[in-house]
């Protein structure tokens, strides 16, 4: 160091210690002027010590710190009092290096400063280490702005302590305004409650929270955010801070929201919602997922003529009302051009469209503010118009693919709507068709599994049956209801049905809680289920009336049989009373001769008793004639019995006999060998031969030209069959009566009612036979019969249901217990 | 011995041809029985019947055919006819005709003991 004074030997010593302190010593005069420095300040800055006296020391600190020094210096001076500063000072090889300045006063014995001494030592590695602190700050604070999250702190008070450039530029607002903002203020208000629970519950507990609201943006727009809350804590465990982390998550949440919005009305669809709820919930859905969006669905009507009403949940109704109706024209508009040509329809500025003038569509959509529409038809699965899918808006827009992707996706959602409701509606109706076709036809229908016995029964079924439908119907309750003397065979039917999947019918009756009972005719048709199970489907219908009045008829043609029969032995009276007469001449001629035999002496005794039995086998005779008659002439319920054709064939003729030989009808029996019995009644097989002989002896009875010969023949016929043939060489048929000769009241006979052979025909076929007229080759005609052969089976009767027979007991055990 | 008078029974019915000769030989007749007028005309006994009692209808030749056949061949005989069928209306003809009776089976003795007699005092 230099001093302006000349040295003592103490000075110099002295001067000697302070440039060998590790530091940079200097002293200044009271007004700042230096006026020492150590000889580390030359070797330092590499200033002389007069290049740096009074002012020049100012060269070697850094300009920026200048100032910012002289300043201070000038504050220390004028305080009085020691103080630090900080500033960089250029080393002599021109690097600047961080100094702390330390200044002491030095003052007199009165107090009056009259130096200034300083120390200035190196803090460049310290500031260096600060200032890295600093700038990892700085680091963190910019990645903070930087992350694409909402980052707020916020005191446990709920006060806004910090909120990151994202948050900032977000909400529109400094942090400044933000800290003036409620707490809440930008939180939507459906998500507010949740939210403000949440935090209470958190601040409470110190737990952290997860929630996710809906933030209002600076345009005004809400969007999805994940809130996540945690504390921070000191080193005592206290909450100093929350720190609140907001990831937006509306691209998500919108995903999600449509994902479930589609889950949901598929979910509709399934349940057989209202297609209008299904539609209209659609829209709302859609327009959630599209900002500013107004949707629509019209339908096609089925002639494809006109455009129906859909859903438009958000238009105005008397926009909708205008374009509903509207012809399926190109230029009625663009859903009506969707439509018409199954084509999107895109109209991206309504302002400067065309294409409706004709209909002056667009003045209309723009009269209700707006200003584009995007229209898609929706197509059935085989490609049919549907109806279409309109999204409008109140600003011109060009749809962007992710409306494309939106608008495939509800179109399809839609045309899966509209066919299930149609496909619904058609199926209802069939329904209901068949619901009032089996009611009409007092006929039901079920289904049966073989092999779970799972029986289903369509409701009219129910109905017939007089059961509650919700009590599902169970073999042991079809069985309960069966007429005890239709359990066998309807048992014998279920069980070879078990077995050999063959289509069956049958008929059988039911037990009615009245007591009443019901005649069911069920066909029954084999199938199987998708696990390949035997199951039957059949209809079963009512026939009580059927039988009833089949029974009426019945009653009615036996009715009408035995007035014909009382009829045809009318023209027999001659005959009758001849075959009576005959035996009686005889009776009485024996008996008076008997008595002459007696009367005489010695009596005749032999002769009187061949005479004696003469008259009783006359007797005899007479009696078989009368019982003959009285059979015919009797007037009895139709029975079934095994019967020799041939035999009641001859006892006709024994009693036509002599009608025949007094008409002189030659008559030529040819009775088949080995005939095999009819099953049948009697009586009425026996009217129809009388009928057949007596016409034919009528046929005749102007025949004088050739002989009136009369064929009666029996025979097999095919098909395990009986024929009775009746040919005569009367005048023969005429061409036009062939086909009305059976018909009722049809007669070419004067005295005749016409009522012969309709009743004959109708006899046979209750024979399950057939009745039939032809022309000889030469003259007359030959009627023939055929009925089928008999079997002693066949006593029961076929269409006589209460001579079924009963079933035995252990039968109707088997039933219940084992259907 | 006095030659009994010969009534011939013509008629197609069995009990008639076994019981009416029976009663007519009880009367004191002789008495001849014949299935068909065809059979009574084939016969020797046409010339000596003295009454023929004779059915009306038959098969193959009938009651009346037989009375004109006889007319025909100038064989005169007394004709009792007979028959089983009750049609009153034939008989004012037949008698018309000439013939003695007409009886309706069944008919009594004395009816047929008072048709013969009419027919043998005719003859």
């Known amino acids: ?819 | 011995m006095v030659m009994r008078s010969l009534i011939s029974v013509v008629d197609d019915d069995e009990s008639v041809r076994e019981s009416l000769p029976d009663l007519l030989r009880e009367f004191g007749f002789a008495a001849q029985a014949f299935s068909s007028a065809e059979e009574f005309l084939a016969s020797d006994c046409v010339g000596q019947t003295k009454c023929l009692i004779l059915d009306i209808a038959m098969p193959g030749m009938t009651g009346p055919d037989l009375r004109r056949e006889l007319t025909v061949r100038q064989q005169e005989i007394p004709i009792v006819f007979i028959t089983a069928y009750g049609d009153a209306t034939v008989r004012p003809r037949l008698l018309e005709q000439g013939a003695v009776e007409c009886l309706f089976k069944p008919f009594s003795e004395t009816a047929l003991l008072q048709a013969l007699n009419d027919a043998l005092r005719v003859s």
């Not at chain 1, 018409?340 to 003038?357: K, P, S």
């Not at chain 1, 899918?389 to 399809?412: G, K, N, W």
């Not at chain 1, 395990?720 to 005569?728: A, K, P, Y």
């Open chain 1, 1 to 819: 160091m230099r001093d302006l004074h000349k040295r003592t030997g103490t000075e110099d010593e002295l001067i000697r210690v302070v440039d060998a302190l590790p530091g940079l010593v200097w002293t200044a005069l009271p007004d700042g002027h230096v006026d020492f420095l150590n000889q580390r300040w030359c070797e330092y800055t590499g200033l002389s010590v007069d290049e740096s006296y009074g002012q020049g020391w100012q060269t070697a600190i850094h300009c920026e710190d200048l100032p910012e020094l002289l300043g201070r210096w000038r504050s220390i001076l004028a305080s009085g009092e020691p103080r630090e500063m900080e500033a960089r000072l250029r080393r002599f090889d021109g690097e600047y290096r961080w100094f702390l300045f330390r200044t002491n006063p030095l003052a007199d014995s009165s107090g009056q400063i009259v130096k200034w001494c300083g120390v200035n030592t190196d803090i460049e590695d310290r500031k260096r280490a600060e200032e890295a602190v600093n700038g990892v700050d700085r680091l963190f604070r910019s990645v903070v702005d930087g992350l694409p999250v909402l980052v707020t702190l916020r005191t446990p008070a709920g006060d806004l302590e910090f909120a990151n450039r994202h948050v900032l530029e977000y909400v529109g607002a400094t942090i400044e305004e933000l800290k003036k903002l409620p707490t809440t203020g930008t939180v939507h208000p459906d998500d507010l409650p949740d939210l403000l629970a949440v935090w209470k519950g958190s601040v409470e507990t110190g737990h952290p929270y997860d929630i996710e609201v809906r933030r209002r943006r600076a345009d005004g727009v809400y969007r999805w955010f994940h809130m996540r809350g945690s504390p921070l804590r000191d080193t005592d465990g206290h909450i100093v801070i929350w720190y609140l982390l907001g990831t937006d998550v509306d691209d998500r949440k919108r995903a999600e929201n449509l994902l479930a919005g589609e889950k949901q009305l598929l979910e509709m669809v399934a349940g057989g919602d209202p297609m209008s709820g299904i539609l209209e919930a659609l829209c709302q859905l859609v327009e959630s997922t599209v900002t500013g969006c107004y949707c629509s669905v019209l339908l096609l009507d089925p002639d494809g003529t006109r455009l129906e009403r859909g859903a438009a949940p958000s238009l105005p109704a008397n926009f909708i009302a205008s374009i509903i109706g509207r012809p399926v024209k190109v230029d009625s508009g663009p859903c009506a051009m969707t439509a018409c040509l199954n084509d999107q329809v895109i109209a991206t500025d309504l302002t400067a469209e065309t294409r409706w003038a004709a209909s002056d569509w667009c003045s209309m959509a723009l009269a209700h503010g707006l200003q584009a529409c995007w229209s898609t038809p929706i197509s059935s699965t085989t490609g049919k118009v549907l109806g279409t899918f309109a999204i409008y808006f109140a600003q011109p827009r060009t749809p962007m693919p992710q409306h494309q992707i939106l608008i495939d996706q509800f179109t399809h959602l839609a045309s899966i709507t509209i066919e299930r409701a149609q496909t619904d509606a058609a199926l209802k109706r069939s329904e209901a068709f068949l619901a009032e076709a089996q009611h009409l036809s007092s006929t039901g229908s079920f289904s049966w599994n073989t092999v779970t016995d799972k029986i289903t029964w369509s409701e009219e079924l129910y109905h017939i049956y007089g059961l509650d439908p919700t009590v599902p119907i169970t073999m042991e309750r079809f069985g309960s209801r069966l007429h005890p003397d239709d359990v066998a065979h309807v048992s014998e039917h279920i069980n070879r049905a078990r077995g050999d999947g063959r289509d069956f019918e049958v008929d059988y009756r039911t037990q009615m809680d009245d007591h009443s009972v019901k005649y069911l005719h069920a066909v029954v048709h084999a199938g199987r289920d998708q696990d390949g199970q035997l199951e039957y489907f059949g209809a079963v219908q009512d026939v009580t009336e059927r039988r009833l009045s089949e029974q009426a008829l019945s009653k009615l043609r036996s009715d009408l049989a035995h007035i014909a029969r009382v009829t045809s032995l009318g023209a027999l009276t001659a005959s009758i009373a001849h075959e009576v007469n005959q035996p009686l001449s005889g009776i009485i001629t024996n008996a008076s001769t008997c008595l002459r035999m007696l009367a005489v002496d010695p009596p005749n005794i032999d002769g009187a008793r061949e005479t004696a039995r003469r008259t009783i086998r006359d007797g005899n005779r007479a009696s078989d004639v009368i019982t003959r008659l009285r059979a015919l002439f009797s007037k009895k319920d139709a029975t079934t019995e095994l019967v020799d054709l041939n035999e009641a064939t001859r006892e006709v003729i024994a009693l036509s006999l002599s009608e025949l030989q007094r008409t002189q009808v030659i008559l030529r029996p040819e009775f088949g060998d080995d005939l095999p019995p009819v099953t049948g009644d009697r009586v009425q097989l026996q009217q129809v031969i009388l009928n057949l002989l007596l016409n034919a002896s009528d046929a005749m009875g102007g025949v004088n030209d050739r002989p009136r010969q009369l064929i009666i023949k029996t025979e097999r016929d095919v098909g395990d069959r009986v024929r009775l043939t009746v040919q005569d060489a009367g005048v023969g048929l005429e061409p036009q009566g062939v086909d009305k000769l059976f018909e009722a009241f049809y007669t070419t006979k004067s005295d005749g009612m016409g009522i012969g052979l309709s009743i004959s025909r109708s006899i046979i076929e209750s024979h399950h036979g057939r009745l039939w007229a032809a022309p000889n080759d030469g003259p007359g005609a030959t009627f023939s019969f055929s009925i089928p052969r008999g079997s002693p089976g066949d006593m029961t009767g076929v269409h006589n249901l209460d001579a079924l027979q009963k079933p035995a007991v252990k039968d109707a055990q088997r039933i219940v217990r084992n259907p």
